[in-house]
C-alpha cells in the first residue's frame, strides 16, 4: 500500500510545537489522555454494537492494554473499541476542531511567565498531542470495528504526518510511542518502568470503567530481563474500575473527585465544588456533578456542549445530556447514573420522559443549593462562582420561573452600598430603610452612566441604596419585577418615587398635590409643547440637582431598553 504524506493543519502545528517543547510541567498526564480516549472508543463500540445487531465486531473482553519494551523504548496504549476509519483518522489526529484553540494559542502566546503559561495549558485539554511530550515519534495502528482494513499512522510531530493502509490489523486502536531518551533514563519519568505506569494510571484512571491492563512481559521486570519463573503470567489490572458516583462519600478522596471530573470536562484545573447526590425509591439514580472553577471560552458560543454524561447501571449511554440541566446550568460537568431506564434510550425519549424531567427538576435545585451553601459558608469560593457564571445563571431568571427566587437569591449586583464588591439580595434586604418596600435598581451599560443619571438624585439624597444593572440580559429580566423575600424589585426610572416612611410619603404627596396646582398652568403649558414626545410632564421627587428628567410608567420599558430595541431595529 503506498504511504500518503499529509501536513498538519496550523493550529495542530503549534500546538504539536508547544508539546514538543514541554511546556507542561507534568508529563505523567499523557497517560491519562490516552487511556481516556481508549476508555472513550471502548464505551463507544460498547453502545453501537448495542444498537446495530449486524455490526460486525467482538465485544466479548473489551479493555484497555499497556504494553512496555525498555530496549525498543516503546510504550503502547491499545485498546479494542470503535478504532478509527482512514478518514476519521485524517479528520481527528491531523486537525483540531475546538473553536477555543485559536483563541487559546493566542493567548497563550501572549503569556508572559510560565506560570501564567501552565494556567492556560490547565483549562484545555490536550488530548492525543499531549503523547510528544513524552515522545519523539508516535504511530497509531487503528481498525475501525466493522471495517477490514486498518490505518497505520505516524508522526514525529514536525510538521508532517503520515498515513498508510494496512491489511491486517487489530480492532480498536494501538498508540505506540518511541520515548525521548530523556525520559527513559531519568528515574522520574521513566515510563518503560511497571511500577511507574502502575503509579500514574492509579492516581489518574483508576476510576475508568474498563479495565487496564498491563501485559507480564512488562510487569515481570523493570529492566526487560526474563523473570526468574517462566511461567505464563495472567495481566495485571491496574485499576479498581470502581464507579465514583456509586461509592460512599468518605470511600473516594478528593483526587479521585478531581480525575473524573478532568476525565468527564477536559478541563486540567480541579473543580470549584462536587455535589452528590443519591436518589432512592421507584426511580433510583446517583449523580456526581462538578461545578468547574473558571468558565469554558465557548460556554456563549452555539453548540457549545453541556457536561451531564448519563450512565445506565454504570453503562456508558450518552455525552451532553441536555435532559438533564437547564441551559443555564450548563457549565455544570458530571454524571448521572440511572437504574430504571433502557440502554437503548434516545434523546428524543429523555426529552419526554417524566421521570427524566423530574430528575432534572432535582439536579437544578440541587446545584442551586450547592450555590446557596457556597454563599454562606465560603464566600470566597462563592465570589469565584458568581464571577465566573453569574452571567449565565442569570439566564435563569427568564428561563426557569420556578426556581427564580432561588436564582435570585445566589445571585450578585453591584451596588451604590460599595464601589468594588457587589452584594446579594439577602444583604440588600438587611440594609433597607424603614418604611422601604421595594428592592431598587437601575439599569445601564456601566456603572458610571448609571451614577451619573438624574434618576439617582433622590435615592443618593436619601441614602437610599441603589443596585446598578449593566449586564444585557438584566435588561430582561427585570421587566418581570421578580420579588425576593417578599419585596419587588423597582426600577428608579419608573413611576413615582415613594421613599420615606408611611408619613413622610403623606407629607410629600399632600406638598406635590399643592405645588402641582400652583404650576398647572407651566406644566399644561408644556405638556402641550411636547405632546407626542411625552405623556404627561409633572413635578418630580426624584430630583434634587437636574431641572428635569424622563422617566417611564410602571408599565413601560426602560429607556436602555429602548435604545436596545432600536439599536435591533424594532
Ligand atoms: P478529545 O479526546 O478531547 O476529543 P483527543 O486529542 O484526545 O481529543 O482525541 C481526538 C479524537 O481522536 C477523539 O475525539 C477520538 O475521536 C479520536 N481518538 C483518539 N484516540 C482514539 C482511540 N483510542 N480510539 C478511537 N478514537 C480515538
Ligand atoms: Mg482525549
Redesign the pocket.
Known sequence: MPTETFEFQVEARQLLQMMIHSIYSNKDVFLR?LV???S??LDKLRLEALRDDSLDADVSDLHIAIETDRQARTLTVR?N????SHD?VVQ??GTIANSGTAKFLRDFKEAESTAAAEGLIGQF?V???SSFMVADEVTLL?RRAGESQGTRWTSTGEGTYTIETVDSAPQ??A?TLRLKPEDTDDQLHDYVSPWKIREIVKRYSDFITWPVRMAPEAADGADGAEGADDAPREPETLNSMKALWARSRDEVTDDEYHELYKHIS?DWSAPLETIRLQAEGTFEYQALLFIPSHAPQDLFMQGYQRGIQLYVKRVFIMDDCEALMPPYLRFVKGVVDAQDLSLNVSREILQQDRQIQLMHRRLAKKVLSTVKDMMSAEPERYATFWREFGRVLKEGLLSDFENREAILGVSSFATTHDKDEPTTLRQYVERMKDGQEHIFYLTGESRQAIENSPHMEAFRAKGVEVLLLTDPVDEVWVQAEPAFDGKQLRSVAKGEVDLGTEEEKKEAATEREGRQQEYSDLLGWMTDRLSGTVKEVRLSSRLTVSPACIVSDMHDVTPALENMYRAMGQ
Open positions: 489522555e481516556s480516549n481508549a472513550d472508543a485498546d473499541g470503535i478504532g478509527m476519521e481527528l489526529i485539554g488530548g492525543f498531542y487503528t480498536g486502536t498508540v477536559h
